[in-house]
């Protein structure tokens, strides 16, 4: 924790962490002689590093002359190509001829284009070139003001493998080792590890010095992170770039290496002499260490980010501090996650003699930790790591594609769902039974001549299946405050309109805690849903669940269940029983058109009056940094109600679909 805090303007990044000026601003006003960019905003760009400079303040980080050589791809290539032509660089073309034709006919020359991260596209059908290229631009531009593209020979099967350097002020450069990045979604990095399960001694060894070759070339100082791209079959490697600055998942090499990279940092800075120093040069590298970024997005819906607030946060190390266990996250019961930056949560860190038991370790500390209130991709990397082939070490770029039965298989609903289900109904059967006035000792649902069972229907997640569960209550006739039903959880699609199901196969007892006792209150952010652990036995077997809830409307609420045994969170959107037939087709026209979160019209794909099928693309929106393309749900002609770079709010028909 910093000793000293300052407000340096709103949450919109412009006014804020890329204002340049308001940072300095703060540094001197706090007479801090040196700056720390951080990971990202403007801990790569030179002319932040030359205004820190000149206001007389350290700027912990490579010279600014480096930042320009390096920091651009383009640049890069060029110095590489000049000054350390050994380091084999990609196929491509950077020229300044920038015209969408040259760049078209360039791509064409090199087979096709592609990259990773931000304004960067893989492009497999000629016909789709000039589009994907102008996309590209656009992405560009709105992320780092330039819509120059650089465009390099795509590889469809590679390793993303990095190699950690520091550099001094008198000309020393040392490698850390790698870092394997190759488990990706969106081009963007899921899963890091250390060391990678791809290199022997020889190709670490070749791969070590093309970076350390590098960073003296540059007379590099500071932390750097020299990228580049493994073909397992030819066991080739190429440059793909240098990151001037300290990387996200340097917290791998920390582990292994038993080094502080920060305080490193802050010596080089200082004008220490690694040399001098002499911990660099015979690092003693130990076991295996991994990590995974926990983020606020939805990996069954493409990874759509999301927002909301974060009703429960206990990470595995919350009790007791675990061995070889690590969190960096700055999150906390009640923290909103916003559209303003981006979706991580917290990084999990684990360290273990071996890969395998580092596999497990993470699995486990995965599962033991609680987040709940907002969607994240927990389920998804809890699979990873018991997936056979990351097990195995034998991965590439196309990890997730290739494994996408495995990573997202075919949900078996209800059953999938049964338990989570079951403490969704415990949980509201708890608040109806506390929020009653009258009649207190009255059972909620209490029927003075029973005519069927009573039910409750939910959807899981966003969009996704309904689930209907029928259930009795059979009281707590010993006053053991120990309630007790019989329930069923079937596919709602396969009920029948108002009939009972044969029979009650689920055995149920609820354990009443102190959960039964909370209310809904008010609160400055609306109504605030309860929340709380829940202890039952299902069929016998006790189990424990967290639950929270979270009140968007009056007949709209979400229940969060985290599971203890899955080790995950499922979201059941509680459905409005009475809402009639016609609204909730109105609903089916409307809900998938709707801004889930503050967000920014992109471009119009089918502007009105376009007559589209089934998945075809409507709108691209950007939220939380990330651009999401808007599909149809079914045939019909488009009513369009954005319009291009347009600023809106969440819960705002962006358009309809009409029958035709």
């Known amino acids: 924790m910093a000793d000293e805090a300052y407000h340096i303007g709103p949450s919109i990044a412009s006014e804020s962490y890329l204002n340049g000026n308001k940072l300095i ?94 304004g960067m596209r893989a492009v497999y059908e000629t016909s789709k070139l000039k589009e994907e290229i102008e996309a590209a631009k656009g992405e560009s531009l709105r992320a780092f003001g330039s819509d120059k593209l650089l465009i390099e ?27 394997d990045c190759s488990i990706q979604r969106r081009h963007q990095k899921v899963v890091e590890e250390t060391p990678s399960p791809a290199l022997d001694d020889d190709l670490r060894k070749s791969m070590t010095n093309a970076a350390v070759e590098l960073g003296r070339k540059l007379g590099y100082v500071g932390a750097g992170t020299a990228e580049f791209i493994l073909d397992e079959k030819t066991r080739k490697f190429y440059f793909l770039e240098l990151n001037t600055r300290l990387q996200v998942e340097h917290p791998i090499t920390e582990a292994i290496s038993g080094l502080d990279l920060v305080e490193l940092q802050l010596l080089v800075a200082q004008g220490a002499n690694l040399k001098d120093l002499g911990i660099l040069d015979n690092i003693r590298f130990q076991g295996h260490a991994i990590e995974v970024r926990l983020c606020a997005e939805d990996p069954d819906h493409d990874f759509a980010p999301r927002t ?19 969190f960096d996250t700055g999150v906390e019961d009640g923290s909103e996650i916003s559209i303003y930056y981006d979706s991580m949560v917290a990084k999990v ?40 082939r990351f097990q195995s070490g034998t991965f590439d ?10 990573l997202f298989p075919t949900p078996k609903h209800p059953e999938d769902v049964k338990n989570s289900v079951v403490a969704a109904l415990l949980f509201d059967w ?92 008010a609160s400055p952010r609306g109504i605030t849903g309860c929340k709380g652990l829940l202890r039952c036995t299902i069929d016998g077997s006790q189990q424990h ?31 409005d029983r009475h809402k009639s037939k016609a609204a909730a087709s109105e609903d ?37 940094k990330t651009e999401v393309k808007i599909l149809s749900r079914h045939e019909g002609v488009v009513t369009m109600r954005v319009e291009e770079n347009q600023l809106v709010d969440a819960r705002v028909l962006l358009c309809s679909v009409d029958e035709k």
Not at 471 to 476: A, F, N, S
């Open 25 to 118: 601003a703060v540094a001197q006003r706090s007479g801090a002689d040196a700056l720390h960019p951080g990971y990202g905003f403007l801990s790569e760009n030179a002319d932040f590093a030359d205004q820190v400079i000149q206001a007389g303040i350290n700027f912990i980080g490579p010279d600014p002359d480096n930042i320009r050589t390096i920091g651009d791809k383009i640049a890069a290539k060029v110095f590489i190509q000049q000054n350390a032509p050994s380091i084999p660089l990609i196929p491509g073309y950077n020229g300044e001829d920038q015209s969408v034709d040259r760049l078209e006919q360039e791509a064409k020359r090199i087979a096709s284009a592609g990259g990773g991260g931000k």
């Open 153 to 179: 020979k795509y590889f469809e099967s590679i390793r993303h493998v990095e190699i950690q350097i520091f550099g001094d002020k008198y000309g020393n450069v040392y490698h850390i080792n790698e870092r």
């Open 308 to 326: 909301g607030i974060i009703h429960r946060w206990s990470p595995a190390n919350a009790t007791q501090p675990l061995p070889g266990v690590r």
């Open 349 to 388: 860190i684990v360290h273990a003699p071996t890969r395998q038991e580092a596999v497990r370790r993470m699995a486990t500390v995965l599962a033991r930790t609680v987040i709940v209130g907002v969607t994240t991709n927990q389920k998804f990397l809890i699979s990873i790591m018991n997936n056979p």
């Open 397 to 406: 770029t196309n990890f997730i594609t290739l494994e996408e039965q495995c």
């Open 430 to 521: 708890s608040l109806r039974r506390n929020g009653q006035v009258h009649l207190r000792n009255i059972q909620p649902g209490w029927r003075n001549v029973q005519w069927r069972h009573q039910r409750l229907n939910f959807a899981v997640g966003h969009g996704g299946r309904e689930a209907q569960i029928q259930y009795d209550y059979l009281g707590d006739s010993e006053n053991t405050k120990r309630h007790l039903f019989r329930a069923q959880v079937i596919d709602k699609e396969a009920a029948k309109q108002g009939e009972d199901v044969s029979e009650l196969p689920i055995s149920i007892v609820l354990f009443e805690n102190d959960l039964l006792k909370e209310k809904e209150i």
């Open 545 to 575: 669940f967290y639950v929270a809830e979270d009140v968007k409307d009056i007949n709209e609420k979400s229940v969060f269940v985290h599971d203890f045994i899955s080790g995950y969170q499922v979201e059941l959107v509680k459905l």
């Open 588 to 624: 089916d026209r409307v809900t998938p058109y709707t801004s889930s979160m503050p967000c920014r019209i992109l471009k119009i794909l089918a502007p009105t009056g376009t007559v589209v099928k089934k998945n075809s693309p409507l709108l691209s929106i950007e939220s939380m």
